[in-house]
């Protein structure tokens, strides 16, 4: 599972986090992971933003 946790961090909300969770149900067809998976997707948005905050204060 953690691994594909690990693949939602990305900022593509909610296509990371819905490809997680397709992969987790064909290896277990009673997994339902696409809340878990949300909360790195949402992180990853924030992460992102935050960064992208500090390069605009760095060099703008």
Known sequence: VNPLIGSAGVSAVPMAARVSNTV???NNPSNFLLMHA???NVA???GSAIAAGFLLSVFG
């Open 24 to 26: 987790g149900q064909k």
């Open 38 to 40: 949300m909360g790195p």
């Open 44 to 46: 990853g948005v924030i």
